[in-house]
Structure formats: C-alpha cells, structure tokens
C-alpha cells in the first residue's frame, strides 16, 4: 500500500529525526535575519546516509512549523507517502532543491529566499562585486548570477548546479528572482543566506555612494582560504 | 429603538464572530511587518452571507485591538448600533472600504496602510514594474497608481474600484496617499499588503543602482496563472 | 533646607505622579520606532496647573527608565530637590524642554531625538516637503528647519521656539541635530516624534528615485483641517 | 602543568568575574542594534589591574554566550590554560584586539563589528565627515579610515592603533573591512560600535540627498569638549 510509511533502518531514522528538527528550527533563522515575508522562503536538509531530503510544506505559516509538518522527500522531490507531513504539499520550490540533491553529492542544505537586496541585484541581473574581507571569507570572490528559469520544470534547479558548480560561492543569485544558497548541511546553507543578503545590503549602500575600491586578488584568495580551514571551533569549521 | 443590537441569524451571529477575531488580529500582521505606525493603518473583513462588515475602530492603539472593540459595520460604513464597540468611531478610511465592498461583490477583505516604500512610490505617481517572479506569482503585472483623493466622499472608494476592477493586481497605490489592497478575505488583503511593501521596496533598491531586467510577458503570465491555481495548499490557495 | 521636598496641593501631586508614569512610559514608544540609540533621545510633559515639568535622567539606560526616576523641573530646568529622581542630572536638553514650556504655554510635551531620516534632512538644512497626504495630516504642510545652534545657552530653545510659533507643525528639524517635536502633552508630542521619523524616511525615497508629485494647497489645508478635528474617537483626538 | 589554572590574586579574580559578565551581556548589544549577524562581531574587555582580556570565542552563536564560555586571554591573545572557555578558540579577530591593549593602555575595551552602513563607507575607503552634532559630541570629528589589512598577522591591530592614537575619535573604519571601536573599558567601546553605525547611517542618507551643510570647526570643538567632561550622571561619564 503506497500510504504506509516505508520501514527505514534505525539509524536513518534517526538522521531522519534530527534533520525534521533542524530544517523546522533553521526556518526561525530566515524569520530572525528578515530575510522572508509571510510563507516565503525555503529550507531543506539532506538526510546522510539516504536518498532523501527534509523541506518545508507550501504556504505554512512560520510560526506553525515544526518538526512533524516538514516534509520527507525523495531525490526526485516526491513525499515520501505516510510519513508525518506527507498529506501536505511540499514547497513549491522543492523540485529546484531536488534537483540540486541529485547532481551535488557534496551539497547536504539548500536554501531559497526573497531576501530585499538580493533580490535588487537579481533584478538587474548583476553579479555583487567582492569588495568587503566578509564577502571573501565566506565566499571567496563575487556572488555570480544565474540564468532567468521559470517554475515548472528542472530549469531553476538545473541554473543553481551550473552556475554553482567548482565556484567558491555557496550563493547564487538567480535573475529576476532571487538568491539560493547551498551548504553542507541545512545550517550551512542558511548561514550563507544570511551572509548574501547582509553583503548584498552593505554593497549595495556603499556602491551608491561612490567609486569602491576593490581587494587584490590575492588577499581574497588568502582570506578564502584561511576562513576555510581555520575559523570557528574546529568541530564546527564555519559556523 | 436604535441602539438595540438587532437580532442576527445564528449562522451570521457566528460569521460576525469569526470576522471579528480575525480582524483583530490580522492587525498585529501590520505591526510584525512594520507596515503601521502609531494607530495608522486598517484591516476590514467582510461578514460571509450578510450585508456586513468588520473594521476597526478610529485612532485606537495596535496593542489595544481585541474582537470586541472591532466595529461592525453595514456596506454604507455606518456602525450597526447595539454591537460591541458600536460607541466607537470607525477607522476614518471606513467610507472607502465600504465603497469596495458594496462596488466588489468578490472582494472579502480591506486593507490600507502607510507603508514606506509604497508610500514612496505613490508620492511619484509611479506604478512598480514587475520584475520579480514573486511580483508575478502574486499580482501578475505592474502595481497600478490610482487617482489623487482625498478623504470626505467617496472619490478614494471610486479610485481603488476603478483601478483595479479587471485588473490583476490585488493591490493600488492611491497617488500621494499610500497602498490600499483586497482579497478574497482580509488575510489574503493583508498578504497583499505585506507583499506590496516588499515589492515595492525591492524594486526601489534594484532600480536606484542601475537598468532592470524586465521579464518577459509570457513569463509573467506563466507565473501568474500558476500561482494563482497551484501555490500552497489545497484548502488554502495563496496563502 | 533645599534637600526637603515641597510641600505640592494633592492635585498637583497626583498630576506629577500621571506625568512621571507617562513621561516613564512614552520613553519605550521612541524605542519601539527606532527612533533612538543607547541613552539618546528625550520626552518631557508639562505638569498640568503648576510650573513644573517632568523628564528623563541624563544617560540612563531605556530598559532603566521608571516614574521614580524621572526628573521633575521648574520652568527654568532646576530639579525640584528632594523629590524622586532629583540627585540625578536631568537630560542634557532640558534646557531646550525648558525654555519651550516658558514660550509656548500651549505645549504641554517636548520630544527630541536623533532619528535616522530626520537627521539626515537637518543635515542638509533642508525642510520635508509636504507629498503625502499622511504628512498634510499631521502636520499640515512642511516640516519646517531650526537655526543651527549648539548647547549650552537658551540658543536651542530660542531656535525651536522661533521657528515653530504660528507655524502648523509640531517638529522642527534643528539643523545639523535633530528632530524636536512638540505636542498638548509627551504623549501627543511623541506621535509627533514618530510620525516626523516615518515622513522623513518616505519622501527621502520617494524623491532619490524620481520627481514628486505636489499636494495642491488647497488639499493639504482641508486634510490638515479634518485632522485635527474630526479624527480619532471624541475625546482623544488625533491620537 | 600547562594546563592547570594559574592562581589570580583574589581582588584580579574578582576584576575577571566581572569582565566575563560584562563582556559576555555586552554581546547582546550588538544584536539589539542589529551590529551584527550570525556569528560575526566581537567584544573584548581588559581586566582592571592584570595583563588579561576577556573576549568570545569564535564561531559560537550569539544565543550561547555566557559569562563561563568567554575566553580570558594574556595581552599577547593567548588564552590561559584550565580557565573557563580556554577549550575553545577565541575570537578570530583575538590578535587585533591583543594589539591595541598592548599599544594602547589607557584602552580598556575593543569592539569589531560589520555594521552595514560602516563597511559601506569602508568599502569606499572614505571617512564620515561630521556634519551632526551627535558625531560632535561623541567622535569629535570625522570618524577616519584606517589601511587595508587582513588577517594573519599583526597588520589589524597596527592599523587600529597607528589610526587612533592621538585621534579623538574611538572609532576607526578598516578598509574594506570594517568599524574597530576603543573605549575607556568594554561597554564604552560597545557604545562607540553603536554610535558610529547611527552615524554612518544617518550621514549616508543625508548626503545621498543633496549637500551636507558643514558644522563649524570651533562648534565641533564646543560640543567635543563638554560632552567628554559633562555629559551623563557624573560617576558615569559618556555612557
């Protein structure tokens, strides 16, 4: 019977659980950075060790998610049936994110939102030039821009893994729309959400105001580099 | 005698209820989205299956808003005397909610605000061209201006229905005067309410930095019918 | 001995007890709008029927701010020894409050802040012109520059004085300092506070991204006329 | 044994206790203010009568700092081993902070942030000029640039120190980088953090606009000069 939840082994389920809490909790995260309005914006984890994913029902309230509302996925994008959630629609941007699972292995979170100044960018389809030592730390050169994709099809999914695929950035700001940022795990990827649209904003003001001066590539490859390996406890690098 | 309270159906007595709580609260949506300040700002909701609507009252705080002082109203915007909250002002917008409900039939919900970045664009007399997705998703096309009016008659009720009769957008900007949006209920008006500001303030960051993408037509229309016919859950279409 | 407390009619103490709770209170509303920073900003209110006025300590914390204490003056800014609050400094702007209250006898509040869009016009010495109806309203015109002026002398007071007798609004924008709004009590000179900091901001971005449209005069003198006499409930008005 | 506290002289004990709290209370402040986000930022405060700071560790959530986690380090920013929080890493920005205490003894706290609008300004390499009374008071000045410096070796705090001593100002922008803030102890710089962003802001926007109008030299004096000497309760000056 297609309705009856699949038996995973223990372990999985375990992942399984852990990953519900962290997708549902990381979700406050794009609430407390104002980088979402109403039931905007998106959160996914991947579950190690198995072929699936954890993301957000559409149009949900933030202030009503939890653990047992978010929903399981295949990497394909469909719900895993009679799993908690499953009755429910899962994002509508969850073909983008399965896309994004299915061909980088390495991706464990993937994030969407409407964030207000990369947005602006993304409107103009302009990538955000890396002219503060935050920007190289955490992505280690410019936030490209990738391709106008509608919904409906793998074009948004299939524009993030091309234009994000051997960059350093984890953010991409897809044109006329607005930013997806990919992680090690969910935690990851919503920090870089965070991060795009706080450079996003201070680039922003200090372009229009005048000539930037820009970073020898060499110092942002330095930086790159160091914030990589170095920075934060050495059981959470990057964090 | 006038100011009995007159005698509602069960099944009205109930929607009246509903409405009332709902109102009330959906004005702390304004607040959480900074679309108010002070005691600015209105949420109406239609009463389903009578001739009625809730408002709320004049000049009253946002911390100080419950069901009970919400004010209901008949569709010339006049007070029903005898019910709770009846020995108040209405808000001083009631004769322009009042004209879209008895001039729009489908129109479930009122809301205007001050909002910044709509305001702004409303002091130009300029429509926000739609080059987000989201903008499409949610009023498939530009945000139209309406006519300079000021409040004392019906010429501000007159200018939102002339607007934005057979128009797509749930949402106009009444020229020098500020955003005023419906719905299908007065959540779905205060989504487009909330929806309006984000637009409206990303779309003023993008432009001020240079040339827009614009989006194709086609792409717009896409968009649009698909958000209007798929997006969230099934009970709960565009929420 | 100065160190004892006058002896106050039991009226006027219960109108000092009002003003300190009010006074204590309206300092949350500045923090709520953003419209202050660290110990910055200040609200006074007129004791009613005496020649007293109460304000906030000099450098205190807002999350320390309690009726207790407030500061209680003369008209000439002197803390009234022995009374609560009184072996501590008063704000630095006392002064200003003070020589406001001696000139302006239908005051009855006085609000200062360095709010972010203020500033920025007193900055350029230049007054917010009167596009949105919200601002006809309120202010019914213009908001209007102060002369530049620096503590320590009746200079600020003077300037706040000159510029706002006979003239509609509440706030004036002291050059290269700050907003000054004054009010029938704190209460309605903090609205003032607020509502100058939202037009400030509005038409700073309604102007940066194209020609604004006027308000005829005409409009702006029935607006400001309705306003002041119709709106909010009866015996509130324009709260 | 390396790893054994070492044991202070009780009165230094005591002077640690207190630092930690402060230090680790201060943090919030940079949140309210919106200073930061994520993990970014950091407060460091001295130890009144010992050759100690206290500052956070690295990569650790603004939620789950505390008193006990904050890392007490010698002035070249080596932590002190079996002290609490000597486990983890301190604060990536930790040998710019060791810096300036060593270079700078009457410093008795350091604050980094990446406050938007004063790394708009870095990013442009271009001090504030000081056109707002508030900016008077506190910097005395214009608040200046300081070299292009990245991290790794003595470069940051070099910078900070060659730019600020003999400066009134107890802020300086790094190039690129961001706002560096001194203080007579933790909470003084923390005050500066805050301050330099309002002004950042504020001057922005105003210059944005139109031109700034100048504030005279010898008025920047005036108001430099008494606020250092009288502003605030007078056993807690400038705070």
Known sequence: MSNEAPAFPPEVEEAIATVRADVARLHGELVRYGLVVWTGGNVSG???GADLFVIKPSGVSYDDLTPENMILCDLDGTPIPGTPGSDRSPSSDTAAHAYVYRHMPEVG???HTHS???VAWAA???EIPCVITAMADEFGGPIPVGPF???GDDSIGRGIVETLTGHRSRAVLMQNHGPFTIGTDAKDAVKAAVMVEDVARAVHYAR???PLVPIPQEAIDRLFDRYQNVYGQSTDARR
Chains 1, 2, 3, 4 share one sequence.
Do not use: K
Request: charged content about 20%.
């Open 46 to 48: 991947r579950v190690p």
């Open 208 to 210: 229009e105001a005048g």
């Open 109 to 111: 979170g993937v994030v």
């Open 149 to 151: 994709a509608i919904i």
């Open 124 to 126: 103009r389809g302009e």
């Open 116 to 118: 207000t100044f990369a």
